[in-house]
């Protein structure tokens, strides 16, 4: 595998060529300094910290792809429903152009996992999700228009087409190999989900908050649990002398009895 570095300069030319920006108009925008690259590229910085910047780096480039599948779908619409341009999108989905700007900028706070699933609602769900967001298999939900836009004539050809696609997009670059298909879902997961992080970090807290009650509790019951042996012992203890004693007369019964016996013997 090739050196993280390497991994992010390439992340990165890549990147400048599917936005058509200059790399120091990108590192500008992803808030990497001059001062950032001059070290990456020297190898002053420790791999942790190159890991973040490659990080940032390649998430821009998952969006990019998940953008253009979304134009992709756009068109579909567009030229179904005879729309002439994206804009009459926005009046199908009732938002307004300012944020319908926005979206197509790939902005993260209004280009959301939300947003894709109320467009696909909002055209009776035609579209595979997994397909826009990570592209797995095709681009259709149903077989009637994957049969139709694909030119294939049955079911398994069908699966077999997926299957294909999903293959070919999971084809990466030498360079793109430091991440794995999992890690790259999770990206574009956590990227298209802007309160995900804190939604995580209330649950981890809410997680925290429930553990230290049960913790409370299970303390409460293990001293009510040890109260309750202390007392089975103290029980126990008295019992033993009780069958102590029950003995003891016992045998002073048989003791007697058997005395009455040698005499009614002997008056005899």
């Not at 791999?47 to 998952?62: H, M, S």
């Not at 990019?64 to 779908?73: G, H, P, Q, S, Y």
């Not at 990466?172 to 298909?181: A, E, F, K």
């Not at 809410?206 to 299970?218: G, K, R, V």
Request: glycine residues 2%; negative net charge.
């Amino acid at each position: 595998m090739e050196p993280l570095n390497e991994l992010f300069f390439f992340e990165l030319e890549l990147l400048s060529e599917k936005k058509n920006l200059a790399q120091i108009t990108l590192t500008m925008r992803l808030e990497i300094s001059n001062v950032d690259i001059a070290a990456i590229r020297n190898n002053e910085y420790p791999e942790e910290r190159v890991a973040y910047f490659y990080e940032k780096v390649l998430t821009e480039n998952l969006l990019c792809d998940v953008m253009e599948r979304f134009k992709v779908a756009c068109d579909y619409v567009a030229r179904e429903y005879h729309f002439k341009g994206y804009y009459f999108l926005m009046h199908r989905l009732d938002i307004s152009s300012w944020r319908f700007r926005h979206i197509m900028n790939g902005d993260r706070k209004f280009f959301t996992e939300e947003f894709l699933r109320a467009f696909n609602t909002s055209f009776g769900e035609i579209f595979n999700l997994d397909w826009i967001i990570y592209g797995e298999g095709l681009m259709f939900r149903d077989d009637y228009h994957i049969l139709k836009n694909y030119d294939l004539h049955s079911r398994r050809a069908t699966a077999e087409a997926g299957e294909r696609a999903t293959r070919e997009c999971q084809i990466t670059h030498d360079y793109d190999s430091y991440y794995d298909i999992f890690h790259r879902k999770l990206l574009v997961k956590k990227a298209l989900n802007p309160d995900y992080a804190r939604t995580t970090y209330e649950n981890l807290t809410q997680c925290y908050t429930d553990i230290q009650m049960h913790e409370s509790e299970i303390d409460r019951l293990k001293r009510t649990i040890e109260a309750c042996e202390r007392e089975i012992e103290k029980h126990t203890v008295r019992i033993k002398r009780n069958r102590e004693r029950v003995e003891h007369f016992k045998n002073l019964r048989i003791g007697f009895a058997f005395s009455e016996f040698l005499e009614d013997i002997e008056r005899l």
